[in-house]
């Protein structure tokens, strides 16, 4: 109980260290600047619920706190792991989970420790597993989301290349892989590959409304960064929301390439909702074949029965009210 009471006073004492270093606004001084600004100050703050008013700025005060007393350098690498991880949570908000198991824990294994009447030394070994268990677990819960996530970037590599060895197998192909080469190299790769003209660019993985993978490698500002090329290339992007032309606040991805003057695609293939890998790659299989062995005229053609070879597969055809073709499905195929 001794312990108990230590790590609460030590709780409160933390907890007061924080509201006095935290920066108050003078609500006072705030009234008269607005007074000499000619500006009658809105009380915006006091319409939020109070858990977003009161609760949240102290938890965020909290793990500011917390973020500084700990090593930077595990904080860089926590950081690393949350965005390898497809970013599940803030690292602000990993930190106030951590920090509340680390102290947690401990705090239950006196309490057990005093309820089965241990004596000191198996009170000690309690803590210390306690200790131990609370500064590891959330570590480990990561861990266990870093690799469900590399295990995904893993399974979509057969499709790759399932489509380099059948399909494309007489075809020069780049391919470039996010999990070999990171994602700063990936994003030049993919520069590169469009500015040395390629003739189609097929993207598999992740995507938003404007952006390829959660670690962005290829978004709406990316293609201000191409070079200007003629013909520009047909891209496939068998992910999600591509396409998602509907969003009022700023164009999709397939929109921005389209748009582009000179530069991005000449036709986008993309979906405007949330797709599913497999049935999306064997719609992939059957465009690609269809673009490079159906010999049809115009590009509309060839997605008409790249559809129709699809639906024949027996797969998910609710994908096709998603996958559209943004461009001119009059355009001529060489």
């Known amino acids: ?27 006072v001084e705030t009234r008269l ?9 809105q009380a915006a ?16 005060a909290v793990a500011g706190f917390i973020l500084k007393l700990l090593p930077l350098t595990w904080v860089k690498a926590t950081g690393k792991r949350l965005v390898w991880a497809h970013n599940p949570m803030s690292l602000p908000t990993f930190v106030l989970i951590w920090a509340a198991f680390a102290a947690g824990v401990p705090v239950l294994a ?6 089965v009447g241990a004596d000191t030394f198996l009170t000690v070994v309690i803590v210390a597993v306690g200790v131990f268990l609370g500064g590891v677990t959330p570590q480990l819960w990561l861990g266990m989301k870093v690799a469900d996530r590399s295990y995904r970037a893993r399974k979509q590599l057969p499709d790759a290349l399932d489509l380099m060895t ?58 201000a960064l191409l070079a200007p090329q003629a013909p520009q290339p047909i891209v496939n992007a068998l992910d999600c929301l591509n396409g998602y ?21 000449v036709a986008v293939f993309a979906p405007s909702g949330l797709s599913l890998n497999e049935p999306a790659h064997e719609l992939h ?12 005229a115009r590009l509309g053609d060839a ?14 055809s609710e994908l096709l009210a998603i996958y559209h073709l943004f461009g001119d499905p009059a355009l001529e195929l060489r």
């Open 1 to 27: 109980m001794v312990i108990l009471a230590v790590a609460l006073a030590f709780a409160s004492v933390f907890l007061l260290t924080t509201g006095l270093l935290t920066r108050q606004t003078d609500p």
């Open 33 to 41: 600047e607005a007074i000499r600004a000619g500006v009658r100050p």
């Open 45 to 60: 703050a006091l319409n939020l619920p109070f858990f977003e008013r009161a609760i949240l700025p102290l938890f965020a």
């Open 110 to 115: 006196v309490l057990l420790a005093g309820s």
């Open 166 to 223: 059948s399909v494309l197998a007489s075809r020069p192909v780049r391919h470039i892989s996010l999990g070999a080469l990171g994602a700063e190299r990936t994003r030049e790769s993919i520069l590169e590959a469009f500015d040395e003209g390629a003739s189609v660019v097929s993207y598999m993985g992740h995507g938003g409304i404007h952006l390829w993978a959660s670690e962005n490698v290829f978004n709406n500002d990316s293609v």
């Open 245 to 265: 032309f509907h969003f009022p606040f700023f164009d999709s991805l397939a929109e921005e390439l389209l748009k582009a003057d000179a530069k991005g695609a």
């Open 285 to 296: 299989k059957a465009l690609l074949r269809e673009l490079f062995e159906g010999e049809h």
């Open 303 to 316: 997605v008409l029965a790249a559809q129709a070879k699809f639906l024949e597969t027996g797969s998910f």
